[in-house]
């Protein structure tokens, strides 16, 4: 006897650090496909490439898909959108999914967009001033641009060292974020206290958690960059780009504030550290202050501040990745006959997942009787949890995330490339986060790199026994493509 189809299979890509899910519902005659993403910063482990996984998707939904969702504007969610446009040209889409924070004529949203374009452009120029600086900055510096780049790489595609970053470096992700979000013949774009629910998807409720509609929200971000600094960051903005700007034009100080017009003069002058009586350049040293000249040899470098502000940059950078994840759009996927939850919060980070204790969802019954639900009701229902932004330390969420998650059948699957991520620097998964989702899913959890877990892995209440019985779980496939989780 041919075995059921099972009510939900998500299937998760092995593509490397990057997300691709594809959620196929089978709560009607024909199946329901959902694509969440498509995106990858490279494999190690597997070596999948995107052609590899935008053609299976091609053969399962039979080049069709029901909705395309992309979640945020981050390189490892959308880059196949670009690379692989001529598939996706060939797939007929009928609804394009997106949060509010993409919505062309919503104005915060708009708010939101110019505050990251500020960043961005701060940190190209930013670039430009390490690299105008050169060596003589010492290796802490050259660090600090090394590490500016990496953050940058979710952004767009990122020159090689010492080459400066493009105008439009981000054009790519941002060209590739535009068409998902327009691709489907109907457009929508949600905000968090909305319950989706379509003729279509029969059987199935869709609540979404976020992006917050508040920008202090948008900018809680975790132990990456707190919400003290993000606000001390926000007012040094200005200051920031117009001493970037005067660090790539190649002048002294006075030279650049006289090509300024009057009103520019006098806000440069407001954000500078010191009053002009008591600046020092060494083009003036000689006729202006003699006494200084030996400060300005190459062996008296340390006792010069010149580029200690551009320390802040690195909190730029972390505010523009953790920015962009908390305008990740997160969806719960209710199975309504028995109320089980499949959780996406793509890369939502604290503020994001803060916010969605203030979240309530009205439903009403055919006899307009009405009740609420809220987010803990749906964590305390969770059956499938994708873990967010690859197991990061700061994108799950603990007392109000994880520990609320009750269900003793719970499965995680964690999208992430470990070898590529240390290359970059990066902890993912988190070992602590990783440990705890072991112990919550009593061994069910697999990564797309490495699968189940090792015996290295485990905390002390999960045996490598209980593992590797669950490595016959009928409900969860692996192959060298994908990793299948089934919802009966």
Known sequence: ???????????????????????????????????IDCGTLGASATNVDLSQVVADIAAVTGNRLDVLIATHEHKDHVSGFGSQREAFQNMAIAHSWAA????????????????????????????????????????????????????LGFRGEVPREGEPFAATFAKTVDEA??????????????????????????????YVLGPPRSKQALS?????????????????????RDSLRFATSGKTLSEYREG??????????????????????????????????????????????DHEWMRVTEELALQLDSATNNTSLALAFELVEDGRVLLHPADAQLGNWVSWQDVTFTLADQSG??????????????????????????????????EAMERADLVALIPV???????????????????RLIEKTHGRVLRSDTTWPEA??????????TVNKERNNPNIVVNDLYIDYLVR
């Not at 075995?3 to 329901?32: E, S, W």
């Not at 600086?133 to 953050?151: V, Y």
């Not at 407001?270 to 003699?290: G, H, S, W």
């Not at 485990?458 to 045996?463: A, E, H």
């Open 369 to 402: 009787k009405t009740t609420t639900v809220v987010a803990e009701d749906l964590l305390k229902r969770t059956v499938f949890y994708k873990v967010g932004h690859h197991a990061s330390h700061n994108a799950t969420l603990k007392e109000h995330g994880l």
């Open 260 to 305: 300024l017009a009057a009103e520019a003069r006098d806000h440069l002058d407001t954000t500078l550290p010191f009053d002009p009586c008591y600046r020092i350049e060494q083009k003036m040293v000689d006729a202006r202050a003699p006494a200084f000249a030996a400060y300005f040899a190459d062996d008296q470098e340390w006792r010069r501040i």
């Open 417 to 435: 490339d470990g070898e590529v991520a240390q290359r970059k620097k990066w902890t993912m998964p988190a070992p602590t986060l990783y440990k």
């Open 220 to 240: 809680q971000l975790g132990e990456h960059g707190s919400p003290e600094l993000y606000e001390v960051s926000a007012r040094m903005g200005d200051a920031v």
């Open 100 to 151: 509010w924070t993409e919505d062309p004529n919503d104005s915060l949203g708009k708010d939101v967009k110019r505050f990251q374009d500020d960043l961005e452009s701060s940190l190209a120029l930013a670039d430009r001033a390490l690299g105008a600086a050169g060596a003589r900055l010492g290796a802490e510096f050259a660090t600090l641009g090394s590490g500016i780049r990496e953050l």
């Open 1 to 35: 006897m041919a075995t059921p189809n099972p009510k939900v299979r998500v299937r998760m890509y092995r593509q490397g650090l990057g997300d691709c899910f594809l959620y196929t519902f089978h709560t009607r005659d024909a199946p329901v496909h959902i694509l």
């Open 456 to 465: 290295s892995d485990l905390p002390d209440s999960v045996t490598i026994d």
């Open 177 to 206: 974020m535009r068409y998902a979000t327009r691709r489907g013949k109907e457009v929508e774009y949600f905000s968090p206290g909305t319950v989706i629910e379509r003729d279509w998807l029969p059987g199935v409720r869709i």
